[in-house]
């Protein structure tokens, strides 16, 4: 088994919803190029290599349907490659039957993990809704407990299963699904995983530290457009408008905005209070104004050591700006690098948090 791959093998009966499944999961549409054909049996027995778009390590395989005429349960299993993967999906749109049971076992068997997942939620959802007395959540509790207790009649002890649509993949149980194999995953094998959803890593940290630093002047530079605050007991005036706008596209280049933490706890199933906790800068994971901005300044240090050094000083004559508007420049100059140096602090102790 290749380390820096992550292989997704997507298995079930015939028609069950699997190459559906392996382009929604990508995020590719079913008519893209790159889509695993649809509706189409598949005449060939070989599984096929599907590739992730944002990290081609990650790969789903799209497997012939089990038990068809052509091929039987019993032939088929001999030709799966278990060791080759890292985990199963065994798909149904309807009840799970004796082969997707064989499939289980001998996955079992061979010391892999699978998960159960029960296909084209959103065809149930729509044919309950036509009758009276609808209920969502216990119409899908329905069709869960009809599967576990299939499942266990079929010898299954406590098997769990994840209701899935691929036209509507962000309802019902994908995320829960895809906590669940992150969190079984080792801590390398979820590197590849978060790559697919997170753009942030320590490589990616210290680049964007780099070119944001080399922006920091232009910044300041833009100063002007916007309402003048006059800094707490000091005499120079800042552009509060700059301050937020810089500060703003900080905190998103490093993930450290709302959304982006939010989506990467419903993906690795690490609660977004438990992101926050190890988030020191009081920037990340909340709206920037100019008041919070303000008493973050007012925390940052020496107030009158944000006035000009020297490494700042050598822009003005350059930049051919006058004095008093240079003592701005240089303070924000100043505040922006301060801030840039606790944001990717932050963003190293959440990309470390979602992988233990
Ligand atoms: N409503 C609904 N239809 C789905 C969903 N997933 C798949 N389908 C439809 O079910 C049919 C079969 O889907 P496929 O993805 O081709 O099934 P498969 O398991 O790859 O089939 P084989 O390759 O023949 O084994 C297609 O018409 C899909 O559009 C879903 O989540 N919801
Ligand atoms: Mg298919």
């Given at each position: 088994m290749d380390d820096n791959k992550l292989n997704i093998a997507i298995t079930g009966e015939s028609g069950s919803g699997k190459?559906?499944?392996?382009n929604a999961f990508r995020g590719v549409s079913d008519d893209d190029e790159r889509a695993a054909p649809t509706g189409v049996t598949e005449s060939s027995m070989d599984p096929k290599p599907y590739f992730h778009p944002k990290n081609p390590n990650v790969i789903?395989?799209?497997?012939?349907?089990?038990?068809?005429?052509k091929y039987p349960a019993d032939e088929y299993l001999e030709g799966v490659k278990f060791e080759k993967y890292d985990f199963f999906i065994i798909m149904s749109d309807t009840r799970f039957r004796e082969n997707d049971v064989k499939l289980a076992r001998e996955i079992q068997r061979m010391k892999k993990k699978f998960y159960f997942v029960r296909?084209?939620?959103?065809n149930d959802i729509n044919a309950e809704k036509r009758k009276k007395n609808f209920n969502k959540e216990r119409t899908l509790t329905k069709i869960r407990d009809d599967c576990v207790k299939r499942l266990r009649g079929l010898g299954f002890e406590s098997p769990q299963v994840f209701l899935v649509s691929s036209f509507k993949l962000l309802r019902y149980d994908f995320n829960l699904l895809h906590q669940t194999f992150y969190k079984d995953l080792p801590k390398n094998k979820r590197i590849?995983?978060?790559?697919?959803?997170?753009?942030?890593?320590?490589e990616i940290i210290r680049k964007k530290k780099q070119t944001l630093k080399s922006k920091i002047k232009y910044y300041a530079l833009g100063s002007g457009a916007g309402a003048a605050v006059p800094l707490p007991g000091l005499s120079v005036a800042v552009?509060?408008?700059?301050?937020?706008?810089?500060v703003t596209n900080f905190v998103h280049a490093f993930g450290l905005d709302i959304p982006t933490l939010q989506r990467l706890s419903a993906r690795t199933g690490v609660s977004y209070a438990d992101?926050?906790?190890?988030?020191?800068?009081?920037?990340?994971?909340?709206?920037?104004?100019?008041?919070?901005?303000?008493?973050?300044?007012?925390?940052?240090?020496?107030?009158?050591?944000?006035?000009a050094t020297e490494?700042?000083?050598?822009?003005i004559p350059?930049?051919?700006?006058?004095?008093?508007?240079?003592?701005?420049?240089?303070?924000?100059?100043?505040i922006l690098k301060l801030i840039l140096t606790e944001l990717p602090d932050d963003a190293h102790r959440v990309f470390e948090r979602v992988l233990v």
């Open positions: 190459s559906t499944f392996v789903l395989w799209d497997f012939p349907g089990i038990g068809t005429l296909s084209k939620i959103d590849i995983l978060l790559s697919t959803f997170y753009k942030i890593n320590p552009d509060a408008a700059v301050l937020v706008g810089a992101l926050c906790a190890v988030i020191i800068s009081p920037l990340a994971a909340g709206e920037i104004t100019t008041e919070l901005l303000l008493k973050v300044i007012a925390q940052l240090g020496s107030i009158a050591a944000l006035i490494e700042v000083s050598r822009f350059i930049i051919g700006i006058p004095l008093s508007l240079g003592l701005s420049f240089t303070t924000t100059y100043k």
